[in-house]
């Protein structure tokens, strides 16, 4: 740098010395180009020192064929002269000789030294400077003031260099069809002055489709709104909706029902069922009963109200909720039934009764009841199997409150506070009395109360048939008695074989067989065991008890028994006892 200007290949000149620079004569050879006159030294003044001649490139017309083939052979190769150094005012040496890098050919300027040392050769002769021109020529450019080439003082004038750029880089290779070149012109791309067969610029970046953003678009609204509308209807699942909760609701007045279905069945006999509480002897107990009249009369079971003493220790409550007081008309402890009679009640319904002959294995049946006095309490099952022969009772020991009967066994559930209640067929007619059940724990055939451990349901309830019932009942509310069938025989309650063995002696010593009884009239001994009654077979006096008891006083049976290995047969007609 000189005074914060750049030092080109020439010296800068001034303005006077730029007007003396003469234009270059034509060279006549056709190729375009034209050789520059050196300047002539400035006059400077007396004490300025002397200014080193600047190199040009551009030799004048006149400076020999030796100028032309130098400056030919730069333009070749297309290498720049390097400017030499300028001389130092005083210097010793007049003519300083300049060393060329290889490749890199100059012309000396004529104020230069006449020789020029090149590398690795010997000196070389240089060419003779030609005279200048007489005319003065206009420069081809005005003067410029920053004496920048090519319009101030002339510089070198061979073509540049080509740029040499970096190959483009190639764009990674895109999946799916390439996109046609569109139709008309280039596009506009930079333009570079210097550059010479350069690589071609890449292609700008092809614009993303208008219909592809759309399409993502829409896509990601969808994802939005699925997202927002799952989690509402997650809300509205969960909690039931935005707003107040209303449940769907059948019609209220869809209330009929089916006579014989268990609703139905519960409807028409719940108003003849009765809940009785009684309190008596130091103890309390509760049962059920039905409505067998108009006059009050109510069906039970005998140990139900065996503890009251007056009519003030039986209390009924109908399924109404009405309760009056009721007073015992009559019971039988054979048959474990009792009637009591409510009076000035109104709207008594009594419920109507069945034929028990006609059950068969497998028919529905409804219970209702109190267990554990839970009033109104209604259950529902089959007839498990008829004819089941239990007894009941015992608990004072001499036998004198045990029952026979020849049972209908159900699986309706049956406990505590159920006895005396209805059984019922599906058209709502009574065919048996709830009385006993089988508990876990229990000896076979206990009743309520029979020293069962564990009182309860378990599947296994007994009702007594209501042909028996309906006939004790009649005596009960006419006589107030009850009368049971008799063959007039002591049997041997001991005896384990298979039936019912006639005992040797009576009780209290007397015979075993009452003189001018049913059993002497058919020829029956003592010692003779009777196997079977009307063709059922009997295993043991209990059995023969309960199919006696099972029919009526005067109806005639047929035995069949064996006697000294031999089986006979002999009809008898029942006979009649009083029942206590």
């Known amino acids: 740098m000189n005074n914060g200007k750049p030092n080109w290949w020439s010296r800068p000149s001034s303005a006077p010395e730029a007007a003396r620079i003469p234009a270059p004569p034509s060279s006549g050879d056709g190729d375009g180009d034209f050789p520059l006159p050196a300047p002539h030294p400035p006059t400077t003044p007396p004490a300025q020192a002397p200014e080193p001649a600047g190199t040009d490139l551009r030799a004048a017309e006149s400076a020999g064929a030796d100028a032309r083939a130098a400056e030919a052979e730069a333009e070749t190769t297309g290498t720049v002269p390097q400017a030499p150094e300028p001389v130092a005012a005083g210097s010793s040496d007049p003519a300083p000789s300049v060393v060329l890098a ?109 219909k592809g953003l759309a399409v993502a678009g829409a896509l990601v609204f969808a994802l939005i709104t699925g997202v927002i509308g799952g989690g509402v209807g997650a809300y509205v699942e969960r909690n039931g909706g935005l707003t107040t909760v209303e449940l769907p609701q059948s019609d209220a007045k869809d209330t009929g029902r089916a006579p014989e279905s268990v609703a139905g069945i519960a409807a028409s006999a719940l108003p003849g069922v009765v809940t009785l509480h009684v309190r008596g002897g130091g ?110 009772g015992g608990e004072k020991g001499d036998g004198s409150d045990v029952s026979y009967v020849d049972a209908l066994q159900t699986d309706a559930p049956i406990n505590p506070g159920n006895s005396g209640g209805p059984l019922l067929d599906s058209k709502a007619r009574v065919i048996g009395i709830n009385s006993a059940i089988r508990a876990a724990g229990g000896s076979g055939g206990d009743g309520e109360g029979g020293g069962a451990s564990q009182p309860g349901s378990i599947g296994l309830g007994f009702a007594i048939p209501i042909n028996q019932g309906k006939r004790v009942a009649e005596e009960l509310i006419n006589t107030g008695k009850a009368t049971h069938p008799v063959i007039g025989v002591s049997l041997d309650m001991q005896y384990s074989g298979d039936g019912a063995r006639v005992g040797q002696k009576g009780k209290d010593g007397t015979a075993s067989v009452t003189p001018g009884g049913p059993a002497a009239k058919a020829g029956l001994r003592p010692g003779d065991v009777i196997t079977k009654v009307d063709g059922q077979r009997v295993h043991n006096g209990e059995e023969l008890i309960v199919k006696i008891r099972a029919h009526r006083p005067g109806d005639r049976l047929e035995l069949t028994l064996e006697r000294d290995g031999k089986e006979l047969t002999k009809t008898l007609t029942l006979g009649s006892s009083q029942g206590t």
């Open 102 to 210: 290889k490749g890199e050919p100059r012309v000396p300027a004529p104020e230069e030294a006449p020789h020029v040392q090149d590398q690795g050769q010997g000196p070389v002769p240089a060419p003779a400077p030609q005279a200048q021109p007489q005319t003065q020529a206009q420069p081809l450019h005005a003067p410029d003031e920053y004496r920048t080439p090519p319009y101030g003082e002339p510089g070198p004038w061979a073509p540049a260099p080509p740029v040499q750029r970096p190959p483009a880089p190639v764009p990674p290779h895109r999946q799916g069809p390439v996109p046609p070149h569109p139709q008309g012109p280039a596009p506009w791309t930079q333009y570079d002055p210097w550059g010479v067969g350069g690589p071609a610029l890449p292609p700008p970046p092809a614009k993303r489709s208008r």
């Open 283 to 392: 103890s309390s107990g509760t049962g059920t009963g039905f409505v067998l009249d108009t006059k009050g009369h109510i069906l039970t079971n005998n140990h139900v109200v065996d503890g009251a003493r007056s009519s003030a220790d039986i209390s009924v409550t109908f399924s109404s909720g009405e309760t009056a007081r009721a007073k015992l008309v009559g019971k039988d402890t054979g048959y474990d039934l009792a009637v009591v009679q409510v009076t000035g009640v109104s709207g008594l319904k009594p419920l109507p009764l069945g034929n028990s002959d006609g059950v068969r294995v497998g028919d529905p049946v409804v219970a209702i009841g109190a267990p554990f006095d839970l009033s109104n309490t209604v259950t529902s099952g089959i007839i498990s199997a008829k004819e089941r022969p239990i007894t009941a």
